[in-house]
Antibody, heavy 114, light 108 residues
């Protein structure tokens, strides 16, 4: 089973950027399509983005298209989420998960406030 | 975008009772691409069912999934206290891979 740990969350001002990372271990990371899912305080999970095993195919939620970029480095067993032009409504716990959701990290907190 | 509507919003039942959770999609979903998650307070979601019918590793057999097309159901045959949580359905067949808003299951 794959183990996942996110990092990179922070308290940032609106308009700034962040790069979230997700380190994978346990099994062959390159065999898994991966996703980022976020959860705002008191709300349900919201799918953000997914990436294919090779990294060649990516999908985004409409709410983040143009501001978020998902990528992966299979040589380092890492998944990334570049977040630009942060807004208050991006405040959430950000989880990385396998596409089917069998494995999740504990999450990293992004808080956007001036 | 496929909208998933879960009902009811909240259930309050006694241990041992049967629980039926509904997830209705705004358009047809391949059952292979329908998942159910359990989330307890302060924890990441935990996969309960994938492919609509397949229990995830470690999930007790009192959990079962059914459905096809636009109507899917998660059933807990005999409710246990540790089943108290919010349950979400998600479709991962057609992006955006949407979640439902969840059903909260409370134990009386």
């Amino acid at each position: 089973e794959i183990q996942l740990v996110e990092s990179g969350g922070d308290l940032v001002q609106p308009g700034r950027s962040l790069r979230l990372s997700c380190a994978a271990s346990g099994v062959m990371f390159s065999s898994y399509a991966m996703s980022w899912v976020r959860q705002a305080p008191g709300k349900g999970p919201e799918w953000v983005s997914s990436i294919s095993e090779s990294g060649h195919v990516t999908y985004y939620a409409d709410s983040v298209t143009g501001r978020f970029t998902i990528s992966r480095d299979n040589s380092k067993d890492k998944l990334y989420l570049q977040i630009n032009n942060l807004r208050a409504d991006d405040t959430a716990i950000y989880y990385c998960s396998t596409l089917i959701g069998s494995s999740w990290g504990p999450g990293t907190v992004v808080a956007v406030s001036s | 975008e496929i909208v998933l509507t879960q009902s009811p919003g909240t259930l309050s039942l006694s241990p041992g009772e049967r629980v039926t959770l509904s997830c209705r999609a705004s358009q047809s979903v391949n059952s292979r691409h329908l998942a159910w998650y359990q989330q307890k307070f302060g924890q990441a979601p935990r996969l309960v069912m994938s492919g609509a019918f397949s229990r995830a590793t470690g999930v007790p057999d009192r959990f079962s999934g059914s459905g096809s097309g636009t109507d899917f159901t998660l059933t807990i045959s005999r409710l246990e206290p540790e089943d108290s949580a919010v349950y979400y359905c998600q479709q991962y067949g057609i992006p955006p891979y949407t979640f439902g808003l969840g059903t909260r299951v409370e134990i009386k």
